[in-house]
C-alpha cells in the first residue's frame, strides 16, 4: 500500500511545475552519491542527520536555516511540546517558532516505523499528548 493516494498525488502535480536550479541538482547528486557509497547505512541515525538537513531539506527542497537576520523556516532540534523534534519546519525568528511540520527522523536501516520501538522513541505532539490519559508520553505495553 503506497504512503499517499497516487490519484491524489496525480491530481496535485498536475498543476506543479519542477525545474530544479544547478544548486538543487548539485545538491541531489551529492545526496546520491552518499546512497550509493553506503554512507547513508551508518547504524545511527544521528550520523545523517546534519547532511541530510544540508542537502535535501535546505539546497534540494530550499528551506533556509538561520542567518544574520535570526529568520529561518527550518529549526534544528526544535522544542514542541515537553521534548523536541530533530527538524521543523515552519516559520523561527526572534520570539517565533511556528512548527507547521514536525520532523522526526530515523536511519534507513529501521524497517517498520510502527514499531513498539519507534513509537516508543517518538516525541508526543501536543495534539497527542492531550489524547493520552497521563497528559504526557505513553510507554509502551509490555
Not at 498543476?15 to 544548486?23: D, L, M, R, V, W
Not at 535570526?70 to 512548527?99: M, R
Request: hydrophobic fraction near 40%; glycine fraction near 8%; charged fraction near 20%.
Amino acid at each position: 500500500m503506497p504512503l499517499f493516494s497516487p490519484k491524489t498525488i496525480s491530481a496535485a502535480l498536475a498543476g506543479f511545475s519542477f525545474a530544479p536550479n544547478a544548486t538543487q541538482l548539485e545538491a541531489a547528486k551529492k545526496w546520491a552519491e552518499l546512497v550509493r557509497s553506503g554512507f547513508i547505512w551508518r547504524p545511527k541515525e544521528t550520523s545523517l542527520e546534519a547532511d541530510f538537513n544540508r542537502y535535501v531539506v535546505q539546497d534540494i527542497l530550499g528551506y533556509r536555516s538561520f542567518d544574520s537576520t535570526g529568520v529561518a523556516t527550518v529549526s534544528v532540534k526544535q522544542a514542541i511540546g515537553s521534548g523536541e523534534v530533530d527538524l521543523a519546519l515552519g516559520h523561527f525568528g526572534p520570539g517565533k517558532a511556528e512548527v507547521l511540520a514536525p520532523f522526526e527522523l530515523k536511519g534507513p536501516s529501521l524497517e517498520n516505523l510502527d514499531s513498539r520501538a519507534a513509537k516508543f522513541h517518538r516525541p508526543q505532539l501536543p495534539a497527542t499528548v492531550a489524547k493520552s490519559p497521563s497528559g504526557g508520553a505513553r510507554k509502551p505495553k509490555t
